[in-house]
């Protein structure tokens, strides 16, 4: 099975903080992609990545980056965390070939911003 | 982006066949449709996807009329571990990223 890890389950940060949050997967897929979910407001698209080094700006990119230096691994940054960035994201992979199982997407890192 | 609509919520006694209807009006010739679960503190987990008329796996069936502007999710015999939050969406199968509802709420009671 495709794993997705998040490297933390919850974190607390203050405002302010440069806050990283990391995302590994372990089945060579091109595609992986960052949610923020919020109580009502279901999953947004943050960021998105097809290969290597590319990034592609999602719904709701204010305030964060990402890098993609090795294709298993894509963080999101915060660039400067703010009380409003407090939220559970999600990391998701996705291969192309073949396109059997949709995206496989990681548990969650839990993030409060004091 | 073809949006879906589906009902926020609906409640259910274990044992029973549930069946989550979704509206896609506006989907395209090349879309498939894809359902997801979520349990609490979960990421969502991909459960069925389809094309047209029924696809069926050991977790649910999906049910596409030949219009394709609908799709009905159906679980047999629900238990209290099937209580999830169920997303249908219109996938293009990678060409662009997914874009999740709120999802309808599932709630099986004992």
């Known amino acids: 099975d495709v794993k997705v890890t998040q490297s933390s389950r919850y974190l607390v940060k203050r405002t302010g903080e440069k806050v990283f949050l990391e995302c590994v997967q372990d089945?060579?897929?091109?595609?992986m992609f960052w949610y923020r979910q919020d109580p009502g407001l279901g999953l947004r698209l943050i960021y998105f990545s097809y290969d290597v080094k590319m990034k592609e700006k999602g719904d709701i990119p204010e305030g964060y980056s990402v890098s993609r230096e090795k294709k298993e691994r894509f963080s999101l940054i915060l660039e400067s965390a703010s009380t409003n960035q407090t939220s559970m994201y999600l990391c998701?992979?996705?291969?192309?070939?073949?396109?059997?199982?949709?995206?496989?997407f990681g548990s969650g890192t839990r993030l409060t911003v004091v | 982006l073809a949006k879906t609509t589906q009902p926020i919520s609906m409640d259910s006694y274990e044992g029973q066949e549930v069946n989550i209807t979704c509206s896609h009006n506006?989907?395209?010739?090349?879309?498939?449709i894809t359902w997801y679960q979520q349990f609490p503190s979960q990421g969502p987990r991909f459960i069925i996807q389809?094309?047209?008329t029924k696809v069926t796996n050991e977790v649910a069936s999906l049910f596409i009329p030949a219009d394709r502007k609908s799709s009905t999710l159906s679980l047999p015999r629900v238990s209290l571990s099937d209580t999830a939050v169920y997303y249908c969406l219109v996938d293009g199968r990678g060409n662009t990223p997914l874009v999740f509802g709120k999802g309808t709420r599932l709630s099986v009671i004992a």
């Open positions: 506006n989907i395209a010739t090349n879309d498939y």
């Open positions: 389809g094309y047209k």
């Open positions: 089945m060579d897929h091109e595609n």
């Open positions: 998701a992979s996705l291969g192309q070939v073949p396109y059997n199982y949709g995206y496989t």
